[in-house]
C-alpha cells in the first residue's frame, strides 16, 4: 500500500491531509502557483505551475506519473483529468466529480434541475445588463457569487440597486480563470448554515459526520461548531440530498455539502469534492477520524468501519489585516492560556486582507454549552497577531 499522489493546491487543507497520507506511508508532490505553500512545507516534492495553464499540468503529470491526482482548490484546467483517467490515474474523486464541482453553473443545474434537489431560486448572468435583469425578477436582497472564486471571493449580497455596478465590479474582478459568469440567487432566510461532511467509499456504504455549524462573512467561513442542533427529519433530508448528488458525481473521498437550515427545511447550497475549511474544527478530536484522516483513507480504498461524535469542538479563524511579506505571528502563548484550546499556524509566506492565517480551537465533552466553546475559540482567536 504505497501511491505517489499528486496534491493540485497546497493551502492549509492540503498541509492537513498530507499529513494523514504520510501517516499512511504514501509519497506525496505538492502543486502551486507560489513557493513555500503550507502543504509543501511536509510533502516529499513540490511544483510551481499555473494549474489553469493545460500544457504545465500536463508536463508535471507526465514528469512524475502519479497514481492519484487529488485537486484541492477549484482553479484548474479540470477538463484534462478525464485523459488523466484514460490513462489509468486516478482522479480524486473522480474527473466527472471535479468538472461539475469546479463550477457552480454545472453543480447547481444538477442538483436543481436534474436531481430536483431543493434550492434557492436562481439565474446566471455574463453581461451587466443580464445581471440587472436577473436582479429584478430574483428580487432584493440577492446573493452574487462568480462561478468560479475561492475562500468567498467575489459574493457579496445585493440590498439595494443603487449597489449593483459596484457588485457586478467586485463579482467579475474575483473571478477565478477564464469564466466570467455569475450566479444571482435568492436569499434563503436561514436559521443556521450547516456543512455535512459526506464519505463515498470505494468499497463500502456512504458515510456521515455530525453535522457542522458555521458562519461566514465576505461568503468565506469565519467560525465552525460541531455538533450542531437540528431536527432528526432536517438531518435524514440532507443526508438523503448529500447521498443522491455525489452518488450522481461518482467517486470516493469526503465531500462538504452546504445546506441552508431553516423553518421550512433543507435547502442545498454549494458541494466541495474535498476537504471542507468549516471542517478544520474536526482537528478538535469532535471524531474519532477527523475530517483529513477520512479523506486519506477514502482516496486508498482503507476501511472506515465507523465515524463516532467523540467530543463538542469549536473553530475560529486567525486573519491577516493587510498585505505583506515581512510579518510575525505573536499571542500563541495568550491564546493557550485557555484550558482545553488549540491553535493551528497554517505558515503562508505572504499576508492580504482577510486571508486565512491560521485557526483557533476549543473544544470539550459532547453537551457542554456550545455558546460558551464559540466564544472561547473567538478569545483564542483574537489572542493571535499577525505583526
Not at 455525489?246 to 447550497?269: D, M, P, Q
Not at 515581512?326 to 509566506?349: M, N, W, Y
Request: net charge negative; charged share 25%; hydrophobic share 40%.
Amino acid at each position: 500500500m504505497h501511491k505517489k499522489i499528486l496534491l493540485l493546491g497546497s493551502g492549509e487543507l492540503g498541509k492537513e491531509l498530507v499529513i494523514a497520507l504520510k501517516r499512511l506511508g504514501q509519497t506525496v508532490i505538492a502543486v502551486d502557483s507560489y513557493v513555500g505553500a503550507p502543504a509543501m512545507q511536509v510533502a516529499d516534492g513540490f511544483e510551481v505551475i499555473d494549474m489553469l495553464n493545460a500544457k504545465a499540468l500536463d508536463a508535471i503529470v507526465t514528469k512524475h506519473r502519479p497514481d492519484l491526482i487529488v485537486p484541492e482548490i477549484e482553479a484548474i484546467r479540470t477538463e484534462q483529468f478525464y485523459r488523466y483517467e484514460q490513462e489509468k490515474i486516478q482522479v480524486v474523486p473522480s474527473a466527472r466529480a471535479a468538472n461539475f464541482t469546479m463550477n457552480r453553473k454545472l453543480i447547481r443545474d444538477l442538483a436543481s434541475k436534474d436531481l430536483g434537489l431543493q434550492t434557492a431560486n436562481y439565474l446566471y448572468a455574463t453581461s451587466f445588463d443580464q445581471f440587472t435583469d436577473a436582479v429584478n425578477k430574483i428580487g432584493l436582497p440577492c446573493v452574487v457569487k462568480p462561478l468560479m472564486s475561492s475562500s468567498g471571493k467575489g459574493q457579496s449580497v445585493l440590498k439595494k440597486l443603487d449597489d449593483q455596478q459596484a457588485v457586478w465590479n467586485y463579482a467579475i474582478n474575483n473571478a477565478r480563470g477564464d469564466i466570467k459568469e455569475m450566479i444571482i440567487e435568492e436569499f434563503i432566510a436561514f436559521e443556521t448554515e450547516i456543512t455535512l461532511l459526506t464519505v463515498t467509499q470505494q468499497n463500502g456504504p456512504t458515510l456521515f459526520c455530525p453535522p457542522i455549524g458555521h458562519r461566514q462573512e465576505r461568503g468565506d467561513y469565519q467560525e465552525s461548531w460541531q455538533p450542531v442542533e437540528m431536527s432528526e427529519k432536517d438531518l435524514e433530508h440532507a443526508q438523503a440530498m448529500a447521498a443522491k448528488v455525489t452518488a450522481t458525481l461518482t467517486g470516493a473521498g469526503i465531500w462538504g455539502v452546504e445546506f441552508f437550515l431553516t423553518s421550512n427545511g433543507v435547502y442545498f447550497s454549494e458541494l466541495s469534492p474535498r476537504p471542507h475549511d468549516t471542517g478544520m474544527v474536526t482537528l478538535t478530536g469532535t471524531q474519532n477520524l477527523s475530517q483529513f484522516e477520512l479523506h486519506a483513507r477514502a482516496i486508498l480504498g482503507l476501511p472506515i468501519p465507523l465515524i463516532q461524535l467523540e467530543r463538542a469542538g469549536a473553530s475560529a479563524v486567525i486573519l491577516a489585516d493587510k498585505t505583506s511579506a515581512h510579518f510575525s505571528i505573536t499571542g500563541i502563548e495568550k491564546a493557550l492560556e485557555q484550558a482545553k484550546t488549540d491553535v493551528r499556524i497554517f505558515g503562508k509566506p505572504t499576508t492580504r486582507p482577510y486571508r486565512r492565517m491560521g485557526v483557533a480551537l476549543a473544544y470539550d465533552n459532547v453537551g457542554a454549552d456550545m455558546d460558551e466553546m464559540r466564544k472561547k475559540a473567538k478569545v483564542a482567536a483574537e489572542c493571535v497577531e499577525i505583526v
